[in-house]
C-alpha cells in the first residue's frame, strides 16, 4: 500500500522524531565503536552489514524501536527498495541505516553535521513565520569530490534552524583503489575542499545567492577520536565579499572511527605545503601573464582597448584564470545532444551581477555550483557552462570575449569543425549563426547581407588547455579569421603555463565541478497548477472588466501540439507537426467564428508573474479581453523540465467567437 506524500513526509518526521527521543543514532555509535573493538581482529579492517544488525538485536536496540514505533517485527523488512548507489542525507534516512546497501562498511564516511546558525544580521527584525505562512527560506548545497547535497530550506532568521547532516564518501580516484578503505595517510592527500553554497529564495520563488564557502575538512584527521567541531564565518559575495553574512556551527565526525589519527602538526604541515605550492604556481602565472601581454602590446599599442581578459573575478572576490572555468562536462543520461545542452543553459535564467548604486558592469563571474544553485547568472556563466557541456561531447568549443552592439561587453561560445566551419552558439538565446569571414581584399560582386549575429568585436577566446589573444588588424568579427593555428593572427598562450594551474585535480584553489542533477520537478503536475491558476487570474481579470468567462476544454487541449512543436524547434532548429495544429483548429472553428492565439515563453513558474507580463502584449491582451458573440477561452501551460530543476514554461491563450459583420 503507498502512502501519500504528504503523509509519507509525517510519517517520516514521526519516526525521526521518536529515535532523536530514544537517542537511537548515539546508541549505533556506541554499539560500532564496541563491535569493533570486542569483535574484530587487529588485522582485519571490515565490518559486514549482519554483524552490525547481530550486535544491535543481541543488545536489544531493534526491539526496543519496534516497540517505541509499535510496527510488527515483520515490518523492518517492508522497506523502500533499495535505491543505487547515491549521496545519503542522514537525517531524512537514518531511520533506514541499518538495512540501506548504500551505506558501505567497507568504505570510508565523513559525516558532516550542520548544528545550526547564528549572527545573520541582515534577518535580525524578521519576526517568526506563522504555521502555513510562506516565508523567505535558506537553503544551503554542498559539493565534495562528485557528489551534491541539498539541506531542507529553513526560514530565514538572525539565527536560522540548519539541522541537516550528510554523509559524504572519501574515495581514491586512482585506479585500483576503488574498493580499499582510505586511511588517514590516504586522506590527507585529497586536497578537494568541500564546497558550500547559500542560497535564498524569497516568497515568489526568486533566488539570491547568499554565500560561497570551501570548507577545509581535513582537521578532521588530527582531532581525537576523529571528531571535531568548527565555526564557519561566511562571508557576502561580489561587492560584499568582504562583509561577514553569518555564522554556521559544523560538526565533522569520520565514520567508520579512525584506528589511527594523525598528529595535528603533520595535518597542518601538509596544508602549509600545499598552499605554498599553489601560491607559488600562480605566481609564476601572473609573471607569464604579464609577459604575454607585453609582448602583445608591441604588435599593436591599439591592443590595450581590446577586451583581452585573461583573469576574472569569482562570486567571492577572487582573481582566477579564465581557462579554470571551463572543463570538459558530461550530462550523463540528462542531456542527448549539443543542441539540447544549448537549450538547457537557454532556459536556465539570466541576471547581471546585482552592484550598488550607479557606474560599469559588477563583474563576477560564478564557479559552476554557485550558478546551478542560483539557477540564473551573467552571460559569462552561461557560456562557461555551454562550452563545456560542448567540449564533453567532443567539440572543438571555446568562449569568445568581445561585444555586442553600442560596445556593451559580452560573451558566447564558438566552435570549430574538422572541415573548418566556424559555428557561434549564442548562450543566453540557443541560437546558432554560422560564421563567414567577409574578405575585403576582393571587391563584392554584389551587396554583402549584414550577419544575422549580433557581435560586433572579439578580442579574446579560451577553453580549458588554450588562451589566444586576436591580433588581427581589425577585431570586428565580420572581417575576422578564425585560423586559431596562425600565430599572425592569433597569439597563443603557452599551454603548459596554462595546465600548471588549470589541470584537474591540480593542487590550486579552483574548484572542481560538479556533476548536473536531475530535474525534481513533475511537468504535468506543475503544468496543470499553472494552467489551474492563470484561468482563475483571467476570470478574475474579466469579472472586473464585468465580461463573463466560458472556458472550452477541447479547444484547450487541442493547443498542446503547438506547444510542443515550438519547444522541439528551440531545442533542435526543426520545425514539425505545425500542419496537424492547424488542421485540428480549423475543425474545432465553426463557420463564421474567428479564433486568435498568442504563444508565450517563459523561464520561471509564477503564475502571476506570467500573466502580468501577458497582458503588456496588445494582442495577448485583446485575447484575453475578448468581448463578442459565443466568446469561448482557452489556455494551455506546457512544462518543459531540464537538468537543474530549470523549466522552459510554454503558455498559449486563445479564443474564439462568433464574427459579427
Not at 538 to 555: A, I, N, Y
Request: hydrophobic share 35%; proline share 5%.
Amino acid at each position: 500500500m503507498s502512502l501519500p506524500p504528504e503523509k509519507a513526509s509525517e510519517l517520516k518526521q514521526l519516526i525521526h522524531q521518536q529515535l532523536s527521543k530514544m537517542d537511537v543514532h548515539g546508541r549505533i555509535r556506541e554499539i560500532l565503536a564496541e563491535t569493533i573493538r570486542e569483535e574484530l581482529a587487529p588485522d582485519q579492517q571490515q565490518l559486514s552489514t549482519e554483524d552490525l544488525m547481530k550486535a544491535l538485536r543481541r543488545r536489544g536496540i531493534i526491539d526496543d524501536v519496534m516497540k517505541e514505533l509499535n510496527f510488527v517485527s515483520d515490518s523492518v523488512d517492508q522497506e523502500l527498495p533499495s535505491s543505487p548507489k547515491q549521496s545519503v542525507c542522514f537525517t531524512e534516512r537514518q531511520s533506514t541505516l541499518l538495512k540501506k546497501t548504500n551505506i558501505d562498511p567497507t568504505r570510508r564516511y565523513l559525516y558532516l553535521q550542520v548544528l545550526g546558525g547564528k549572527a545573520f544580521l541582515e534577518h535580525l527584525q524578521e519576526p517568526e513565520p506563522l504555521p502555513g505562512q510562506v516565508c523567505s527560506t535558506f537553503t544551503l548545497c554542498l559539493h565534495f569530490r562528485n557528489q551534491r547535497f541539498r539541506s531542507k530550506p529553513v526560514p530565514c532568521a538572525c539565527e536560522p534552524d540548519f539541522h541537516d547532516g550528510f554523509l559524504l564518501e572519501v574515495h581514491r580516484e586512482s585506479l585500483g583503489d576503488g574498493t580499499r578503505m582510505a586511511d588517514s595517510t590516504t586522506m590527507l592527500s585529497i586536497s578537494d575542499s568541500i564546497h558550500m553554497v547559500l542560497i535564498k529564495t524569497d516568497i515568489f520563488g526568486e533566488t539570491t545567492l547568499v554565500a560561497s564557502y570551501f570548507l577545509e575538512w581535513r582537521s578532521v584527521l588530527g582531532s581525537e577520536n576523529g571528531v571535531t567541531n568548527l565555526t564557519v564565518e561566511l562571508m557576502g559575495v561580489g561587492t560584499e565579499s568582504k562583509v561577514s553574512v553569518g555564522i554556521l556551527n559544523i560538526k565533522l565526525e569520520m565514520y567508520p572511527p579512525l584506528n589511527q589519527t594523525l598528529s595535528q602538526e603533520v595535518v597542518n604541515t601538509q596544508l602549509a605545503l600545499e598552499r605554498q605550492k599553489t601560491a607559488e604556481r600562480e605566481r609564476l602565472f601572473l609573471v607569464y601573464a604579464k609577459q604575454w601581454w607585453r609582448e602583445y602590446l608591441q604588435i599593436r599599442p591599439s591592443h590595450s582597448s581590446r577586451l583581452v581578459k585573461i583573469f576574472a573575478q569569482d562570486e567571492n572576490g577572487i582573481n582566477r584564470p579564465v581557462c579554470s572555468y571551463v572543463k570538459p562536462l558530461r550530462a550523463g543520461r540528462l542531456l542527448d545532444t549539443p543542441r539540447q545542452a544549448a537549450r538547457f543553459v537557454n532556459v536556465l535564467g539570466y541576471e547581471r551581477a546585482p552592484v550598488i548604486g550607479g557606474g560599469g558592469k559588477q563583474e563576477q563571474w560564478c564557479t559552476l555550483l554557485a550558478f546551478l544553485c542560483r539557477n540564473k547568472g551573467d552571460c559569462e556563466d552561461h557560456a562557461n557552462l555551454l562550452c563545456s557541456l560542448l567540449l564533453g561531447y567532443g567539440l572543438e568549443a571555446f568562449v569568445c570575449v568581445g561585444t555586442k552592439a553600442k560596445g556593451v561587453p559580452h560573451a558566447w561560445v564558438m566552435t570549430c569543425g574538422t572541415d573548418g566551419t566556424i559555428t557561434f552558439w549564442e548562450s543566453l538565446t540557443g541560437h546558432r549563426y554560422i560564421h563567414k569571414s567577409a574578405n575585403l581584399d576582393e571587391a563584392p560582386v554584389a551587396e554583402q547581407p549584414k550577419p544575422l549575429y549580433p557581435y560586433r568585436t572579439i578580442g579574446c577566446v579560451f577553453n580549458h588547455q588554450m588562451f589566444l589573444g586576436n591580433c588581427q588588424p581589425s577585431d570586428s568579427v565580420e572581417i575576422c579569421v578564425f585560423d586559431l593555428n596562425d600565430e599572425s593572427k592569433w597569439k597563443p598562450m603557452s599551454e603548459e603555463a596554462i595546465k600548471s594551474v588549470c589541470a584537474p585535480r591540480a593542487i590550486t584553489s579552483l574548484p572542481p565541478f560538479p556533476p548536473l542533477c536531475a530535474s525534481s520537478i513533475d511537468a504535468s503536475v506543475t503544468s496543470n497548477e499553472i494552467e489551474m491558476q492563470l484561468r482563475l487570474l483571467v476570470s478574475e481579470h474579466r469579472k472586473d472588466l464585468g465580461l463573463t468567462t466560458v472556458w472550452e476544454d477541447q479547444l484547450s487541449y487541442l493547443l498542446s501540439p503547438a506547444l510542443a512543436s515550438y519547444e522541439f524547434e528551440r531545442t533542435t532548429s526543426i520545425s514539425a507537426g505545425n500542419e496537424e495544429f492547424q488542421d485540428a483548429i480549423r475543425r474545432a472553428v465553426p463557420d463564421g467564428h474567428t479564433f486568435k492565439g498568442f504563444p508565450i515563453h517563459f523561464v520561471y513558474r509564477n503564475a502571476r508573474r506570467a500573466f502580468a507580463t501577458c497582458l503588456r502584449s496588445p494582442f495577448c491582451e485583446e485575447i484575453i479581453c475578448c468581448r463578442g458573440d459565443q466568446v469561448r477561452l482557452a489556455v494551455r501551460v506546457r512544462v518543459f523540465t531540464y537538468p537543474e530543476s530549470a523549466c522552459a514554461v510554454w503558455i498559449m491563450f486563445a479564443c474564439k467567437y462568433r464574427s459579427v459583420l
